[in-house]
Nanobody, 122 residues
């Protein structure tokens, strides 16, 4: 089992940047595919980005391609989401998640963090 704790959310103006971090407990962090999801009020949860166990492959949702970058540091048990050129529509609660399955683009994750709020003002 793994516990996930997100940090780095906050309020930023449109066009600005934020970097989210997700720290994982346990010794088997490199066994998990990691993903970042977001959910805005009244909207469905959206897979923003995912990264393979060793970081060699990534997936991005169409709405964030070219603006967001996912990365991981297995030595620090941490996954990151660098968010640039933020837009008001990026406002949401962002959560990280972990899973054993290798497929990057699906929503079947095993463990979830509590989430961190990102608010982008216009």
């Amino acid at each position: 089992q793994v516990q996930l704790v997100e940090s780095g959310g906050g309020l930023v103006q449109a066009g600005g940047s934020l970097r989210l971090s997700c720290a994982a407990s346990g010794r088997t962090f490199s066994s998990y595919v990691m993903g970042w999801f977001r959910q805005a009020p009244g909207k469905e949860r959206e897979l923003v980005a995912a990264i393979s166990r060793l970081g060699g492959m990534t997936y991005y949702g169409d709405s964030v391609k070219g603006r967001f970058t996912i990365s991981r540091d297995n030595a620090k048990n941490t996954v990151y989401l660098q968010m640039n050129s933020l837009k008001p529509e990026d406002t949401a609660v962002y959560s990280c998640a972990a899973k054993y399955k290798l497929a990057l683009a699906d929503y079947e994750y095993d463990y979830w963090g509590q989430g961190t709020q990102v608010t982008v003002s216009s």
